[in-house]
């Protein structure tokens, strides 16, 4: 008879599917990214864990002082055409990057003749910080820790293996031990033996020593909260050479016949190694009387032979004799038991791993599409440039054209003429409202002034506003303070002085010989005044608008780069500056339009500038017959009718009746100053409405939508084919280049992509 761990009965497992299915998927490493059936070995220390897998696994654990499990022990077999073992340190998920990569370099690999491991455990031990001794007068031995949350991984490979994992996790204690251990320690282990247990696709294997009560055993507490039907936990009795007393002995076989504390899946009795035995002992087996170093793969067979053929021996007495019936007895029936149990286990859960695999290949390719195509070469870099400007601009064309279908305008900060067309409605409103100085005499309604809240339905909701955001954005991007201007200016209504006295003031003390009129001077100057607050208004509107247009870019770069170093170097060596001078040219621009308005010649060809002056002109003329008709007849008498209508329920076609005598008097009683005053402001008022509306539509189409939108160098046209094909290759490397850690990144992915596949693939045959 071979050794156990390549015993026939082994072979059973691959004569399932789902099992066979299973073993693929350890091949292809699939045990690392999602969870797979595996046994593992829970227990009070001392309990004799490590001697049970020893039976399972033909791996014998070094016996030392000092080298009890203080870890979890991840024992994974593996089938290969090479046989070896390798041992590496999987690092706590807390570990900083420095000891990752420490622990990660820890790498031993042995041949299958020497499997003396107690050196390679206790260098273990020390690259895992692991204090083994009270004795240690280390001077750094207050840094060092009892227990670790580190997983010593050994794999066993070679041809007869069967794909199994095995894992020891430290044993349960309750009390601290001055020097070595402590609460916390208890509190370690209690959790690490829970988080592996909880795991539905473990079988759980309770070890319990003979020689104590069952009833004091914590572990079969924990097994049954995380397995309260008991589907996964198998009782494993060890020592029972220690159970010497008759009613001990009793005990363990009505344990095992079920009659107390019975577990669904039963208990099994193995005798342990002995704590002395050695390879040279007779128990041990072995030695090196032909000369073979010792623990050479046959020297190994030879203990494990004679171990099983002791342990068979040991219970063909009284009282476990009378047990042989159940097949609870030894390594044997104990390996042929977990066999089913690991069939059971892993038939129930093949669907949910089947989808776990889905997800994690889902996930892993999802995360290799957002970084891209390799970039090792100029040609790469490039092309992979220039399909992200490529993408780039096609969605900056549908943030232009308002066509927000794909889902990534479901954000509303990359709704960009939303936002923009908003902010001028806003910057409208503010110069119709408040953008003068003082209000004008009688507000005269001229024509197409419609105030913006009111439609032919009634008063519109206000938009929600992007105020808030500017301040936000402007932190961000805090290089753009030197361009932006009166960002936070809020524009105060008018003044509560009277523009008409304002206008007499300027026209006297400028007023010079001639006879009733008055210089464009002064006209210019009251202009200039009453449109003081266009400068800080206009440029406030304009450097919005630019946060809006910077903002949505970013934002934009992002979807289309998701690679945070490309993103950051395309920024810093390509587009910042370029950005910046296209902002520039827009404020430089909205100071040009303010200048020409405010402090040029004032001038328009728009012929309701004049519409606009004999209107209120022809009301004012209105407003003093009505004064008149009042102080007089006032009766008016309707053009379409012969009959009266009395006070002022006036229409566009009713007339007054006026004594002639009165009417010289309209305009002969008012002062040459009061008259030219009247046709000042008249003017003023006539070409302040007409040249608001020109400035806000100059400004609208020159500035925000020309120079920030749809220029040729406007800053949504910078990031563009044209500009990657002017990269050289020094610009290409130091943008798009990956860096090492990157390649190897994506050499990993590819490579994991790749596995989950096959794995993908081979549970979907195998779910057939």
């Given at each position: 008879?071979?050794?156990?761990?390549?015993?026939?009965?082994?072979?059973?497992?691959?004569?399932?599917?789902?099992?066979?299915?299973?073993?693929?998927?350890?091949?292809?490493?699939?045990?690392?990214?999602?969870?797979?059936?595996?046994?593992?070995?829970?227990?009070?220390?001392?309990?004799?864990?490590?001697?049970?897998?020893?039976?399972?696994?033909?791996f014998?654990?070094?016996?030392?002082?000092?080298?009890?499990?203080?870890?979890?022990t991840?024992?994974?077999?593996?089938?290969?055409?090479?046989?070896?073992?390798?041992?590496?340190?999987?690092?706590?998920?807390?570990?900083?990057?420095?000891?990752?990569?420490?622990?990660?370099?820890?790498?031993?690999?042995?041949?299958?003749?020497?499997?003396?491991?107690?050196?390679?455990?206790?260098?273990?031990?020390?690259?895992?910080?692991?204090?083994?001794?009270?004795d240690?007068?280390?001077?750094?031995?207050?840094?060092?820790?009892?227990?670790?949350?580190?997983?010593?991984?050994?794999?066993?490979?070679?041809?007869?293996?069967?794909?199994?994992?095995?894992?020891?996790?430290?044993?349960?204690?309750?009390?601290?031990?001055?020097?070595?251990?402590?609460?916390?320690?208890?509190?370690?282990?209690?959790?690490?033996?829970?988080?592996?247990?909880?795991?539905?696709?473990?079988?759980?294997?309770?070890?319990?020593?003979?020689?104590?009560?069952?009833?004091?055993?914590?572990?079969?507490?924990?097994a049954?909260?995380?397995?309260?039907?008991?589907l996964?936990?198998?009782g494993?009795?060890?020592?029972?050479?220690?159970?010497?007393?008759?009613?001990?002995?009793?005990?363990?076989?009505d344990?095992?016949?079920?009659?107390?504390?019975?577990?669904?899946?039963?208990?099994?009795?193995?005798?342990?190694?002995?704590?002395?035995?050695?390879?040279?002992?007779?128990?041990?087996?072995?030695?090196d009387?032909?000369?073979?170093?010792?623990?050479?793969?046959?020297s190994?067979?030879?203990?494990?032979?004679?171990?099983?053929?002791?342990?068979?021996?040991?219970f063909?007495?009284?009282?476990?004799?009378a047990?042989?019936?159940?097949?609870?007895?030894?390594?044997?029936?104990?390996?042929?038991?977990?066999?089913?149990?690991?069939?059971?286990?892993?038939?129930?859960?093949?669907?949910?791993?089947?989808?776990?695999?889905?997800?994690?290949?889902?996930?892993?390719?999802?995360?290799?599409?957002?970084?891209?195509?390799?970039?090792?070469?100029?040609?790469?870099?490039?092309?992979?440039?220039?399909?992200?400007?490529?993408?780039?601009?096609?969605?900056?064309?549908?943030?232009?054209?308002?066509?927000?279908?794909?889902?990534?305008?479901?954000?509303?900060?990359l709704?960009?003429?939303?936002?923009?067309?908003?902010?001028?409605?806003?910057?409208?409103?503010?110069?119709?409202?408040?953008?003068?100085?003082?209000?004008f005499?009688?507000?005269?309604?001229?024509?197409?002034?419609?105030?913006?809240?009111?439609?032919?339905?009634?008063?519109?909701?206000?938009?929600?506003?992007?105020?808030?955001?500017?301040?936000?954005?402007?932190?961000?991007?805090?290089?753009?303070?030197?361009?932006?201007?009166?960002?936070?200016?809020?524009?105060?209504?008018?003044?509560?002085?009277?523009?008409?006295?304002?206008?007499?003031?300027?026209?006297?003390?400028?007023?010079?010989?001639?006879?009733?009129?008055?210089?464009?001077?002064?006209?210019?100057?009251?202009?200039?005044e009453?449109?003081?607050?266009?400068?800080?208004?206009?440029?406030?509107?304009?450097?919005?608008?630019?946060?809006?247009?910077?903002?949505?870019?970013?934002?934009?770069?992002?979807?289309?780069?998701?690679?945070?170093?490309?993103?950051?170097?395309?920024?810093?060596?390509?587009?910042?500056?370029?950005l910046?001078?296209?902002?520039?040219?827009?404020?430089?621009?909205?100071?040009?339009?303010?200048?020409?308005?405010?402090?040029?010649?004032?001038?328009?060809?728009?012929?309701?500038?004049?519409?606009?002056?004999?209107?209120?002109?022809?009301?004012?003329?209105?407003?003093?017959?009505?004064?008149?008709?009042?102080?007089?007849?006032?009766?008016?008498?309707?053009?379409?009718?012969?009959?009266?209508?009395?006070?002022?329920?006036?229409?566009?076609?009713?007339?007054?009746?006026?004594p002639?005598?009165?009417?010289?008097?309209?305009?002969?009683?008012?002062?040459?100053?009061?008259?030219?005053r009247?046709?000042?402001?008249?003017?003023?008022?006539s070409?302040?409405?007409?040249?608001?509306?020109?400035?806000?539509?100059?400004?609208?189409?020159?500035?925000?939508?020309?120079?920030?939108?749809?220029?040729?160098?406007?800053?949504?046209?910078?990031?563009?084919?044209?500009?990657?094909?002017?990269?050289?290759?020094?610009?290409?490397?130091?943008i798009?280049?990956?860096?090492?850690?990157?390649?190897?990144?994506?050499?990993?992915?590819?490579?994991?992509?790749?596995?989950?596949?096959?794995?993908?693939?081979?549970?979907?045959?195998?779910?057939?």
């Amino acid at each position: 008879m071979g050794s156990l761990h390549q015993q026939k009965t082994v072979n059973a497992i691959g004569g399932d599917v789902c099992v066979g299915v299973i073993d693929t998927l350890r091949e292809l490493g699939m045990a690392d990214k999602v969870s797979l059936p595996q046994l593992v070995a829970v227990g009070d220390q001392s309990s004799g864990k490590s001697s049970v897998l020893e039976s399972i696994t033909g791996f014998a654990f070094p016996r030392a002082p000092g080298l009890c499990t203080r870890y979890a022990t991840q024992i994974t077999c593996r089938r290969d055409a090479v046989e070896g073992i390798d041992i590496s340190i999987i690092p706590r998920s807390d570990s900083n990057e420095a000891r990752r990569e420490r622990l990660r370099g820890f790498k031993r690999s042995l041949g299958v003749d020497d499997l003396a491991l107690a050196g390679v455990f206790a260098e273990a031990n020390v690259a895992m910080g692991i204090r083994v001794s009270l004795d240690d007068d280390d001077p750094g031995s207050s840094e060092l820790t009892t227990f670790s949350e580190d997983i010593l991984k050994i794999e066993i490979s070679g041809p007869t293996q069967q794909h199994l994992t095995v894992i020891d996790v430290p044993g349960i204690f309750r009390t601290a031990t001055e020097n070595l251990t402590t609460e916390d320690d208890i509190l370690l282990v209690r959790n690490m033996v829970k988080r592996y247990i909880a795991d539905k696709r473990t079988v759980i294997l309770a070890v319990v020593p003979c020689n104590v009560d069952i009833t004091t055993q914590e572990v079969l507490k924990l097994a049954k909260d995380v397995d309260p039907d008991g589907l996964r936990t198998l009782g494993v009795l060890t020592k029972p050479d220690l159970a010497t007393e008759r009613a001990t002995q009793n005990a363990v076989c009505d344990l095992v016949r079920g009659k107390v504390h019975a577990l669904r899946l039963g208990y099994y009795v193995v005798k342990n190694r002995g704590s002395d035995d050695t390879d040279n002992d007779d128990d041990g087996g072995g030695g090196d009387e032909d000369g073979k170093k010792k623990g050479s793969s046959s020297s190994r067979e030879a203990v494990l032979r004679k171990r099983h053929n002791s342990e068979k021996a040991f219970f063909s007495g009284a009282p476990w004799s009378a047990l042989r019936h159940t097949n609870r007895l030894g390594s044997q029936g104990l390996s042929s038991a977990l066999q089913i149990l690991l069939r059971a286990v892993t038939k129930k859960e093949f669907k949910n791993v089947t989808a776990d695999l889905e997800e994690h290949l889902r996930a892993r390719s999802a995360e290799l599409e957002l970084m891209g195509d390799a970039r090792n070469d100029a040609g790469q870099q490039r092309r992979y440039l220039g399909r992200v400007s490529n993408e780039f601009q096609t969605m900056a064309s549908c943030a232009r054209q308002s066509q927000y279908a794909r889902p990534l305008f479901s954000h509303w900060d990359l709704r960009l003429v939303t936002r923009v067309v908003r902010l001028l409605e806003d910057f409208d409103d503010a110069m119709r409202t408040r953008g003068h100085m003082r209000n004008f005499e009688g507000e005269a309604k001229l024509e197409g002034l419609v105030p913006k809240s009111e439609t032919l339905a009634g008063p519109m909701p206000e938009p929600p506003s992007d105020y808030g955001m500017f301040e936000e954005i402007l932190d961000e991007h805090p290089d753009l303070y030197a361009i932006l201007k009166e960002v936070d200016y809020k524009c105060p209504e008018p003044i509560n002085e009277s523009l008409m006295r304002h206008i007499e003031k300027v026209y006297n003390d400028s007023r010079g010989v001639g006879l009733g009129t008055f210089s464009e001077a002064v006209l210019l100057e009251v202009f200039k005044e009453q449109s003081k607050k266009w400068k800080p208004l206009v440029l406030s509107h304009v450097s919005k608008a630019i946060l809006i247009a910077h903002d949505f870019i970013c934002r934009l770069l992002i979807e289309v780069c998701p690679d945070e170093e490309v993103y950051g170097q395309l920024m810093d060596i390509l587009l910042r500056g370029k950005l910046r001078d296209a902002y520039k040219r827009a404020m430089d621009q909205a100071e040009l339009l303010l200048s020409i308005e405010r402090h040029g010649q004032l001038m328009t060809m728009n012929h309701h500038f004049s519409h606009n002056v004999q209107t209120a002109q022809g009301k004012r003329l209105l407003e003093a017959l009505d004064k008149i008709a009042d102080g007089g007849e006032p009766v008016l008498h309707h053009s379409y009718g012969n009959h009266h209508m009395q006070g002022r329920d006036l229409d566009s076609s009713a007339m007054l009746r006026v004594p002639r005598a009165a009417i010289p008097g309209v305009v002969a009683d008012k002062s040459n100053a009061e008259l030219v005053r009247q046709e000042i402001h008249d003017i003023l008022h006539s070409y302040y409405e007409v040249a608001r509306r020109r400035f806000v539509d100059v400004v609208c189409q020159q500035v925000v939508f020309h120079l920030l939108l749809d220029a040729e160098d406007s800053p949504l046209r910078i990031f563009g084919p044209d500009l990657v094909m002017a990269l050289d290759e020094t610009q290409l490397e130091a943008i798009a280049g990956e860096e090492l850690v990157t390649r190897r990144q994506r050499e990993q992915l590819e490579d994991e992509v790749e596995r989950s596949k096959k794995a993908v693939q081979a549970v979907r045959l195998g779910a057939r």
